[in-house]
């Protein structure tokens, strides 16, 4: 049975500073998405377990938990991808062009991305999604790793919300990491899962 595993940082520890310093990225990454991807693996082998012995009593709980830790390791692996040494600025092409379409401008569009992300309440993710239904860019608020968001959508853009994404640089000030998050966004691959988005919905 495959199994999920930790995929590795497309950059040094350090390579995003001074927006976000080394030893948040090599704990976030190294401990905490990997204590995910141990947790989605260890679920997957108790409900197998339970399956076999026939009982499935436990299930509801045990599904509760496999999701749990399954978005948190898709959500981490989008993260990292969407953050760059060389990030920052704006959108172009189609990506942009959508943004303006969809929220009236990249201003907008940046006011609405930052306040989902900084007014999670407690742990979450600010998240810009394509929702394939309507054919359109809408930003969601995820609590914890899963829950408000619009079955199929997918994920483009994931800000972090959770404290141990800033708390050892940025403390309790959320709105600072946000505005920080701005400054090492990952364009170009944000705008290629747009492209794979929209493709998939024509195919």
């Given at each position: 049975?495959?199994?999920?595993?930790?995929?590795?940082?497309?950059?040094?520890?350090a390579?995003?500073?001074?927006?976000?310093n080394?030893?948040?990225l090599?704990?976030?990454?190294?401990?905490?998405?990997?204590?995910?991807?141990?947790?989605?693996?260890?679920?997957?082998?108790?409900?197998?377990?339970?399956?076999?012995?026939?009982?499935?009593?436990?299930?509801?709980?045990?599904?509760?938990?496999?999701?749990?830790?399954?978005?948190?390791?898709?959500?981490?692996?989008?993260?990292?991808?969407?953050?760059?040494p060389?990030?920052?600025?704006?959108?172009?092409?189609?990506?942009?062009?959508?943004?303006?379409?969809?929220?009236?401008?990249?201003?907008?569009?940046?006011?609405?991305?930052s306040?989902?992300?900084?007014?999670?309440?407690g742990?979450?993710?600010?998240?810009?999604?394509?929702?394939?239904?309507?054919?359109?860019?809408?930003?969601?608020?995820?609590?914890?790793?899963?829950?408000?968001?619009?079955?199929?959508?997918?994920?483009l853009?994931?800000?972090?919300?959770?404290e141990?994404?800033?708390?050892?640089?940025?403390?309790?000030?959320?709105?600072?990491?946000?505005?920080?998050?701005?400054?090492?966004v990952?364009?170009?691959?944000?705008?290629?899962?747009?492209?794979?988005?929209?493709?998939?919905?024509?195919?």
């Amino acid at each position: 049975m495959s199994t999920y595993t930790l995929p590795d940082l497309p950059y040094d520890y350090a390579a995003l500073e001074p927006h976000v310093n080394g030893q948040i990225l090599e704990l976030h990454h190294d401990k905490h998405h990997a204590a995910y991807v141990k947790g989605a693996n260890d679920t997957l082998d108790r409900i197998a377990e339970a399956r076999d012995k026939g009982d499935l009593t436990g299930i509801v709980g045990l599904e509760k938990t496999l999701a749990f830790n399954l978005s948190g390791h898709v959500l981490h692996s989008l993260y990292w991808q969407n953050m760059s040494p060389d990030g920052g600025g704006r959108p172009e092409g189609d990506l942009a062009e959508a943004i303006i379409e969809y929220f009236g401008s990249f201003e907008a569009f940046h006011a609405q991305m930052s306040a989902a992300t900084t007014l999670v309440q407690g742990s979450g993710w600010g998240v810009l999604s394509y929702e394939p239904v309507g054919g359109r860019l809408i930003v969601e608020q995820v609590y914890d790793h899963h829950g408000n968001v619009g079955i199929g959508s997918v994920p483009l853009l994931a800000f972090d919300a959770w404290e141990h994404a800033y708390y050892l640089q940025y403390r309790n000030v959320r709105p600072d990491f946000v505005k920080a998050m701005w400054e090492v966004v990952n364009w170009p691959d944000v705008a290629a899962r747009y492209a794979a988005a929209t493709t998939a919905r024509k195919g």
